[in-house]
């Protein structure tokens, strides 16, 4: 199984409803988790990460997400989409068993429309 | 504080010539990474170092790749020669360690074309 899975290449959402991007991941133990945007011809960008603790994330630009262990899951989400969220999101695993690096999902675009 | 830099932010060069990509990490970070990005493969982790000493360069593609960390605040990506699949896109990331929860931040990348 992949170590981390983002099951929708492309979401589709209008401006002002709720989004959500999901992520699944495939590690033994307890992993590091984490969510990065990128932005047309830009690096990628630190949203949020869960390491222990409260499993409801929050992030920036009012994104969170939400750790679900019994699901293997790793959602983000945002209560009121904006056109500027439109962008390619990367969720990532860090797991004792990948020698602690970083593990990127292939990626999700996330388009809103106004 | 100015973030990761690298340059150049776009190259353009011709199969068999020596690429060198550089990066800056932001200062007192003891990790650095370095990444490749294309459409067919995504994001992909080629060496990373701690404390300017190479731990795991697992991920170069072969031995055209080399990199070297002279000191704290400077690394190079070398591709000797270039082969037109080596285009991509470059990121250089770094972060501090500390209790394994560290964030890893990205530089604006480089993207590279072979002719």
């Known amino acids: 199984a992949q170590s981390v899975a983002q099951p929708e290449d492309q979401v589709n959402v209008a401006e002002g409803n709720p989004l959500t991007v999901k992520c699944t991941y495939s590690?033994?133990?307890?992993?590091?988790l984490f969510w990065y945007v990128q932005y047309p011809n830009r690096g990628l960008q630190f949203l949020l990460k869960?390491?222990?603790?409260?499993?409801l994330v929050k992030g920036s630009y009012g994104f969170e997400a939400e750790f679900n262990k019994s699901q293997t899951s790793f959602h983000l989400k945002k209560p009121s989409a904006l056109v500027s969220d439109s962008a390619l999101y990367f969720c990532?695993?860090?797991?004792?068993?990948?020698?602690?690096?970083?593990?990127f999902g292939a990626g999700t675009i996330l388009r809103v429309k106004s | 504080d100015a973030g990761v830099i690298q340059s150049p932010r776009h190259e353009v060069t011709e199969m068999g010539q020596e690429v060198t990509l550089r990066c800056k990490p932001i200062?007192?970070?003891?990790?650095l990474f370095w990444y490749r990005q294309t459409m067919m493969r995504g994001l992909e982790l080629l060496i990373y170092?701690?404390?300017?000493?190479?731990?795991?360069d697992s991920g170069m593609p072969e031995d055209r790749f080399s990199a070297k960390m002279p000191n704290a605040s400077f690394s190079t990506l070398k591709i000797q020669p270039s082969e037109p699949r080596d285009s991509a896109v470059y990121f250089c990331?770094?972060?501090?360690?500390?209790?394994?929860?560290?964030?890893?931040?990205f530089g604006p990348g480089t993207r590279l074309t072979v002719l």
């Open positions: 869960y390491i222990t603790g409260d499993n």
């Open positions: 170092f701690n404390n300017n000493v190479p731990i795991d």
């Open positions: 990532a695993v860090r797991a004792v068993e990948y020698g602690n690096k970083l593990v």
């Open positions: 200062s007192g970070h003891d990790y």
């Open positions: 990331a770094s972060s501090f360690r500390q209790g394994g929860t560290d964030t890893q931040y």
């Open positions: 590690v033994s133990g307890n992993p590091y």
